[in-house]
């Protein structure tokens, strides 16, 4: 049964241009280290990361939302998985929201295009 369904779409120049930041930017506060090494190690890194961010709303819409006390962004993980398709992994507080919510499975697509990166994220019991 699905429980809940999230889209959204960045503008990866947006997130050039927070990469490009001295002080780091997102990179530094919303991405797992494995995230930046998924990302940093594609021909175009900043549409890799526009993508995970977007997955990152997605997931967060689905669920119907979560407040900042509720989960770190770092909580939600979008990695490459084994066979190349990337995947969502909940930790901590946003793991524990998806259970008690009865999401047993997650199911993600990600458009990654030269000026936009979309994510659809699919939630089932």
Do not use: N
């Amino acid at each position: 049964m699905i429980l809940g369904v999230g889209i959204d779409t960045l503008e990866t120049d947006r997130m050039r241009r927070e990469l490009a930041k001295e002080d780091g930017g997102l990179r530094d506060t919303v991405f797992t280290a494995g995230e930046v090494s998924d990302c940093e190690r594609t021909a175009h890194p900043a549409a890799h990361f526009a993508a995970r961010f977007a997955a990152k709303e997605a997931v967060i819409k689905a669920l119907g939302g979560i407040r900042e006390q509720d989960a770190a962004w770092r909580d939600l993980e979008v990695r490459d998985g084994p066979d190349g398709l990337p995947r969502v992994l909940l930790h901590g507080s946003a793991g524990r929201l998806a259970e008690d919510r009865g999401v047993r499975r997650i199911r993600l697509s990600l458009a990654i295009g030269e000026d936009l990166a979309t994510a659809l994220v699919v939630l089932e019991s």
